[in-house]
């Protein structure tokens, strides 16, 4: 017997793996709020939506928790030898790998270059200027916390359903 898209659409909006995920994301979207609305930079509910919702970087990093849950309910369910699990932790092992390196690089540089650039328009030595867009990357203190808060949410998630 067949599902429909329907009862298919259902299931997978229960799977304990796509649940785990979504909670680890929306509770360090939610952290990395309240943190910025503690220490006042946030100033209109637009930008709370805004961080809440899309906005990168900060503290905790949603992309750590969101692939660390990830791996740790495909390991529980599937297993450590499973080829989904290989395929969850090579995943794993490259957001990380641009959460720590390569979008923060990118965006010390893209601030250096727009320093630069507004140097050299205030000189007179260029006409204008279009910056470059700065890249928020992650320190590695808030990479560790959105795996630990993604460890524990795919554990918890594993446990209890």
């Excluded at 328009?121 to 867009?133: D, F, R, S, T, V």
Aim: net charge positive.
């Amino acid at each position: 017997m067949t599902l429909s898209f329907r009862e298919q659409f259902i299931l997978f909006l229960r799977n304990p793996i796509f649940l785990s995920c979504i909670f680890s994301w929306l509770g360090a979207q939610f952290l990395k709020a309240a943190i910025k609305l503690i220490y006042g930079r946030i100033h209109s509910i637009a930008e709370l939506l805004e961080v809440m919702l899309w906005r990168t970087g900060g503290m905790p990093s949603s992309h750590s928790a969101l692939v660390t849950s990830l791996c740790v309910t495909i390991a529980y369910r599937h297993g450590l030898d499973s080829d989904l699990f290989v395929f969850a932790l090579c995943f794993y092992l490259v957001v990380i790998r641009d959460a720590f390196g390569v979008r923060r690089s990118s965006g010390i540089q893209a601030r250096k270059i727009n320093e630069l650039g507004n140097e050299l328009k205030a000189k007179g030595i260029i006409e204008e200027y279009k910056p470059l867009k700065e890249v928020d990357g992650h320190t590695p203190m808030e990479v560790l916390c959105g795996c630990l808060l993604g460890f524990f949410v795919g554990l918890s998630f594993s446990l209890l359903y």
